[in-house]
């Protein structure tokens, strides 16, 4: 499940945030109360910068760095994985 504001890298590898939309139906009694949730693919600029960061956690994964992205969505957090037998000692 989706929420506002959520960026996602969609299947055809572009990137996109999700938006909460009102739907207006013109003689409906509820027109404008109806929400949608949607993808809006973004601009092309920030697909890069996107992409970019992306590669960049990707090098940091494969040199065994874990990436957690913390609690409040405003930050990384960089620590190197324990080895198995560094974690039974």
Same mark, same amino acid.
């Given at each position: %499940?989706?929420?506002?504001? =959520?960026? &996602?890298? %969609? ?16 003689? &409906?009694?509820?027109?404008?109360? @109806?929400? #949608?949730?949607?993808?809006? =693919?973004? =601009? ?13 956690? !990707? ?7 874990? &990436?957690?992205? !913390?609690?409040?969505?405003?930050? #990384? @957090?960089?620590?190197? =994985? %324990?080895?198995? +037998? !560094? +974690?039974?000692?």
């Amino acid at each position: %499940m989706a929420y506002d504001g =959520e960026l &996602v890298k %969609m299947q055809n590898g572009r990137w996109a945030r999700f938006q909460r939309c009102q739907v207006y139906r013109p003689g &409906v009694a509820d027109a404008g109360e @109806t929400m #949608l949730l949607i993808a809006v =693919e973004l =601009e092309e600029r920030y697909q890069q910068l996107l992409d970019d960061a992306a590669d960049s956690l !990707a090098e940091y994964r494969s040199q065994g760095v874990q &990436v957690r992205l !913390a609690p409040d969505a405003q930050g #990384l @957090t960089l620590q190197p =994985e %324990m080895s198995v +037998s !560094a +974690s039974v000692n």
